[in-house]
T-cell receptor
Framework: QKEVEQDPGPLSVPEGAIVSLNCTYS??????FMWYRQYSRKGPELLMY????GNKEDGRFTAQVDKSSKYISLFIRDSQPSDSATYLC????????????FGTGTRLQVTL | NAGVTQTPKFRILKIGQSMTLQCAQD?????MYWYRQDPGMGLKLIYY???????DKGEVPNGYNVSRSTTEDFPLRLELAAPSQTSVYFC????????????FGSGTQLSVL
């Protein structure tokens, strides 16, 4: 079993739709949860950062962490064609010796 | 600030050749990382460094070497290139370690034929 599981997609939605992207994980030591967005032929860039459980909202983006279920989500409201990218979840434990573990990424296509 | 700069952007190598992928950052970050990204496999950590003169192996270090003589530069050396090293390589940095935002370069696409 992979430490972090993420559906690779591709996920195709019409403009304006609500998008839900998800990751599950098995390591209960994970405390820091991130979502990176990666456009084609570019490096990933941090989109959302959450510590421990709870929700965090930034504009059209909401990140949710449910540590009891070992499940994290990224919601995109009013999706736009510019949101078309690959979304990578990433997570790590406490301390500088911990390692950041990435999911495989979900490719999202928002169509006009 | 230019951020994290990687060169070259593309390279084709023959089996058995060697090359160095360059990475430089101008943000005075202590931590620097090398990842490879294969289709459907996510990002895998090759090597990382917590400061000048200190490097350590990641998940997939075989076939690679690194050095960190300055805070700014973190080159990745491929010796005796193999087709299994065909991948996209990303360098990243951050100030204080894996629990913080990573700043990525734009990547080097490497093919070994």
């Amino acid at each position: 079993q992979k430490e972090v599981e993420q559906d690779p997609g591709p996920l195709s939605v019409p403009e304006g739709a609500i998008v839900s992207l998800n990751c599950t994980y098995s390591n209960s030591a994970f405390q820091y949860f991130m979502w990176y967005r990666q456009y084609s032929r570019k490096g990933p860039e941090l989109l959302m950062y959450t510590y421990s459980s709870g929700n965090k909202e930034d504009g059209r983006f909401t990140a949710q962490v449910d540590k009891s279920s070992k499940y994290i989500s990224l919601f995109i409201r009013d999706s736009q064609p510019s949101d078309s990218a690959t979304y990578l979840c990433a997570m790590s434990g406490a301390g500088t010796a911990s390692k950041l573990t990435f999911g495989t990424g979900t490719r999202l296509q928002v169509t006009l | 600030n230019a951020g994290v700069t990687q060169t070259p952007k593309f390279r084709i190598l023959k089996i058995g050749q060697s090359m160095t992928l360059q990475c430089a950052q101008d943000m005075n970050h202590n931590y620097m990382y090398w990842y490879r990204q294969d289709p459907g496999m996510g990002l895998k950590l090759i090597y990382y460094s917590v400061g000048a003169g200190i490097t350590d192996k990641g998940e997939v270090p075989n076939g690679y070497n690194v050095s960190r003589s300055t805070t700014e530069d973190f080159p990745l050396r491929l010796e005796l290139a193999a087709p299994s090293q065909t991948s996209v390589y990303f360098c990243a940095s951050n100030p204080r370690g894996p629990n913080e935002k990573l700043f990525f370069g734009s990547g080097t696409q490497l093919s070994v034929l």
